[in-house]
């Protein structure tokens, strides 16, 4: 299908609401939205996946079925909690990709979402 890309969509202060969107996916394919707060490079090559990586440490994952258009959306509330401020929030796309390479996943690159308050 080509390269998946997702995008963040919001203010990401704290106590709203940041849209993120996995885009160029095969239509309905179970996607994970990967969120995570630590950076990492690991190749999926040995697990049947060259090309992709785990640009994350995982700490939640959020299972989304793409739309008829090739879209995954998932919307994450902040917490209206100030501690919150300054926090690297780093997504990820995990989508099931069938014949793109053995393990039939595809991967996007890492976003980083900077947390604000107020």
Same mark, same amino acid.
Request: a neutral charge; charged letters at 10%; proline letters at 8%.
């Given at each position: 299908? =080509?390269?998946? &890309?997702?995008?963040? /969509?919001?203010?990401?202060?704290?106590?709203?609401? %940041? %849209?993120?969107?996995?885009?160029?996916?095969?239509? +309905? #394919?179970?996607?994970?939205?990967?969120?995570?707060?630590?950076?990492?490079?690991?190749?999926?090559?040995?697990? =049947? #996946?060259?090309?992709? +990586?785990?640009?994350? %440490?995982? %700490?939640?994952? /959020?299972?989304r079925? #793409? $739309?008829g258009?090739?879209?995954?959306?998932?919307?994450? $509330?902040?917490?209206?909690?100030? &501690?919150? #401020?300054?926090?690297?929030?780093?997504? *990820?796309?995990?989508a &099931?990709?069938?014949? $793109? $390479?053995?393990?039939?996943? *595809?991967?996007?690159?890492?976003? *980083?979402?900077?947390?604000?308050? +107020?």
């Amino acid at each position: 299908m =080509g390269m998946t &890309s997702h995008t963040g /969509e919001g203010t990401a202060l704290t106590g709203t609401q %940041v %849209v993120y969107r996995g885009l160029n996916l095969r239509p +309905w #394919a179970p996607t994970f939205m990967v969120y995570g707060f630590a950076p990492q490079s690991l190749s999926l090559t040995l697990m =049947g #996946a060259p090309g992709c +990586w785990g640009d994350l %440490v995982p %700490v939640a994952t /959020e299972l989304r079925f #793409a $739309n008829g258009s090739g879209i995954a959306t998932d919307t994450l $509330n902040i917490p209206a909690n100030p &501690s919150l #401020a300054g926090l690297p929030l780093l997504t *990820q796309i995990l989508a &099931s990709d069938p014949g $793109n $390479n053995p393990l039939g996943m *595809q991967t996007s690159r890492r976003l *980083q979402t900077l947390i604000r308050h +107020w």
